[in-house]
Nanobody, 124 residues
């Protein structure tokens, strides 16, 4: 049974930082592209960042490029999202996801497994 468990969300002031973690189990972690998505209240789920099997390739949404960094530790079956210079518009539920193909996709429909999400609130 595949499980993705996010942690690290919370309340932070604008300009602050948070690091999200996603611990995976029940899958061969090093063979999955990992992604982060977010969903604000009343809005669709949006792509944030993704990382290839080895970590050598990454992709970011334009809205977070230069502020967020995705990374992974295959020995710990964990993917991270370091979020710096946070803005109120970053407020959302953040989800990690796993994709079994080889390309670093920005499309939520390409992802096979999803976590339950962790809430991030950025106050102004």
């Amino acid at each position: 049974q595949v499980q993705l468990v996010e942690s690290g969300g919370g309340l932070v002031q604008a300009g602050g930082s948070l690091r999200l973690s996603c611990a995976a189990s029940g899958l061969t972690f090093g063979r999955y592209v990992m992604g982060w998505f977010r969903q604000a209240p009343g809005k669709e789920r949006d792509f944030v960042a993704a990382i290839s099997w080895s970590g050598g390739r990454t992709s970011y949404a334009d809205s977070v490029k230069g502020r967020f960094t995705i990374s992974r530790d295959n020995a710990k079956n964990t993917v991270y999202l370091q979020m710096d210079s946070l803005k109120p518009e970053d407020t959302a539920d953040y989800f990690c996801a796993a994709e079994s193909t080889t390309w670093v996709s920005r499309d939520a429909y390409d992802y096979d497994y999803w976590g339950q999400g962790t809430q991030v609130t950025v106050s102004s």
